[in-house]
């Protein structure tokens, strides 16, 4: 069972570079999410996808910018990377979404990127 | 104040031993509420669902407190492979989840 699916894992960036990070899910899950995990501050929403066709900001969309490709797939752009925007990111996918009960999120292995 | 609180730890045990952690959170209107755990540079995984009633799930025990705004999950007989990063995560004041920052436990042989 693939789950949620992250590329790449590890990538360096140079300030200004831009790059997208690919996330594609094989649950058939309507909702989609990227986070960001910085030490000692927890996982922070950046975007997410409540179904296939909609986006919204998350806490910390600043940056960055998304597609819902469509049902699998949501990818995270950075536009012009940043030292601000090293950290750990996380894809994750879920049945339902906000309060509700299925809004249990499955999360890909991350990518952990770096901006020099 | 932070959506959802949680003590840092680290918490050091001995095996066998029971352990605890709490967490508050500030929305009272959360409706959905979980534990996760998370290994070292891994990913987030679902450990359990918190529900009005309190739940268990082999040693693991989750309690939720709606007067108080906390949960807490309780750990028996610890094992060396429960070291790892306990997160509580509440529906938040947008409806997504919100993670706490997490609790490391280490358990000692």
């Known amino acids: 069972n693939a789950g949620v699916t992250q590329t790449p894992k590890f990538q360096v960036l140079k300030t200004g570079q831009s790059m997208t990070l690919q996330c594609a899910q094989d649950?058939?899950?309507?909702?989609m999410y990227w986070y960001r995990q910085d030490p000692g501050m927890g996982l922070r929403l950046i975007y997410y996808s409540a179904s296939e066709g909609t986006t919204d900001k998350g806490e910390v969309p600043n940056g960055y910018n998304v597609s819902r490709l469509n049902k699998r797939e949501f990818s995270l752009r950075l536009e012009s990377a940043a030292p601000s925007q090293t950290s750990v990111y996380f894809c994750a996918s879920s049945e339902g979404y906000g309060g509700s009960a299925k809004n249990i999120q499955y999360f890909g292995a991350g990518t952990r990127l770096s901006v020099l | 104040r932070k959506e959802v609180e949680q003590d840092p730890g680290p918490f050091n045990v001995p095996e066998g031993a029971t352990v605890a952690f709490n967490c508050t959170y500030s929305n009272s209107a959360s409706q959905s509420f979980f534990w996760y755990r998370q290994d070292c540079r891994k990913e987030p995984k679902l450990l359990m669902s918190?529900?009005?009633s309190g739940n268990e799930d082999g040693r693991f025990t989750a309690q939720l407190n709606r007067a108080s705004q906390y949960i807490s999950l309780l750990i028996r007989d610890s094992k060396l492979s429960d070291s790892a990063t306990y997160l509580c995560v509440v529906s938040g004041s947008a409806r997504q989840l919100t993670f706490g920052s997490g609790t490391q436990l280490t358990v000692l042989p």
């Open positions: 918190v529900y009005s």
């Open positions: 649950m058939n899950h309507n909702s």
